[in-house]
Every structure is written in structure tokens, then in C-alpha cells.
């Protein structure tokens, strides 16, 4: 059983799309939370996305729709392994993901297409060292001066896990990967 090391926290970041039909990642390094010595993992009680239009001409933030004039979609997922492109929702490596859609007529819709993006006690565990966030926009052409942002907010907290919780998500954490 996991016991609270910890308060919640918060860690993020961004990706930065700046052309269509471009896959962008980030890391989280958890290098300094996950220790294999005391059982330290992370449990992960919630994943936000924030997508965000950002005007270079102006030096400011836009609205979604200021992105292109015509429809666009954008997907983020955060994996526990390394990943390079988005994936399957069976990829059990997932922790969470999110979409925006644009129709091309300032009507845009959010969805989290993979549920649940938070997670109730003890939350989703994880021993990685690090986070992957995969991003990708598609549809049509950015306007003149335009970028889409996409940043991620994990709140977690720190855990001491028990020695058969580790060991199992070690093991899991190794099929993912074979």
C-alpha cells in the first residue's frame, strides 16, 4: 500500500506546435522524486491540458479559433514510457490525454478522450523517471504568425510504496517496454 510522503504538487510543461501536421514531445525528468533505494514513486491524481494560440506579431496570447481560419484538431497524451507519437488508448503507459477540436466557424469543442484524467486515492503510480507528452495538431495551415501551445499540468504527490507494490510496477513497467 502506498503512504503519503508528501503534500499534492504540481509539475508541468509545454510543447511548443508551430506548423500543422507536426508531432512535438516533452520530458518531465522525475529523476529527483522516484528513488529505487527508499520505494519512492509518484502518485498521479490528475492530468490537465491547456491549449493555448500564441500570436508572435503581437507578442501575445490568442483565442483557439485565432489559429487558422479553417478546422484543426490537436491531441496531447503523457506516458510513463517513452513514446515519440501519440498512441492507442490501450497503450497502458498512458496517463492521460486530452483533444480540441476547431469546426473552421468559432465553435470549438475540448473532450479527455481517455478516462478518467484524475484519478481517485492512491492515484496512478508510477516508478519512471520520467514523463513523456506527445502533441500533435492536424487539419488545416496555422495563419501568419501564429504557434499553438500546449501545456500540461500534473498534480501528484510523493509515496513510499510497499516492497510488493514496487516490484510489481517495476515489472509492469518492463513488459511495457519488451
Excluded at 488508448?89 to 468559432?106: F, I, Q
Excluded at 506527445?134 to 504557434?147: C, E, L
Amino acid at each position: 500500500m502506498a503512504t503519503r510522503k508528501t503534500s499534492p504538487f504540481v509539475l508541468s510543461t509545454t510543447v511548443q506546435l508551430t506548423a500543422v501536421n507536426q508531432t512535438g514531445t516533452a520530458n518531465i525528468d522525475l529523476g529527483s522524486y522516484v528513488d529505487v533505494s527508499s520505494k519512492t514513486g509518484l502518485a498521479i491524481h490528475a492530468v490537465d491540458a491547456i491549449f493555448q494560440t500564441w500570436d508572435s506579431a503581437a507578442n501575445a496570447v490568442d483565442s483557439p479559433e485565432a489559429l487558422s481560419t479553417a478546422a484543426w484538431w490537436a491531441n496531447v497524451q503523457v506516458f510513463d514510457q517513452t513514446r515519440s507519437e501519440l498512441q492507442i488508448a490501450n497503450d497502458n503507459s498512458l496517463v492521460g490525454s486530452a483533444a480540441l477540436e476547431y469546426d473552421g466557424s468559432y465553435l470549438t469543442s475540448y473532450m479527455n478522450d481517455v478516462y478518467p484524467d484524475s484519478y481517485p486515492a492512491p492515484g496512478r503510480l508510477t516508478i519512471s523517471p520520467q514523463l513523456t507528452v506527445v502533441a500533435r495538431n492536424s487539419g488545416a495551415a496555422f495563419d501568419t504568425n501564429k504557434n499553438q501551445y500546449i501545456t500540461v499540468r500534473i498534480t501528484g504527490e510523493l509515496v513510499k510504496l510497499s516492497e510488493k507494490d514496487w516490484m510489481g510496477i517495476a515489472i509492469q513497467g518492463q513488459a511495457l517496454n519488451s
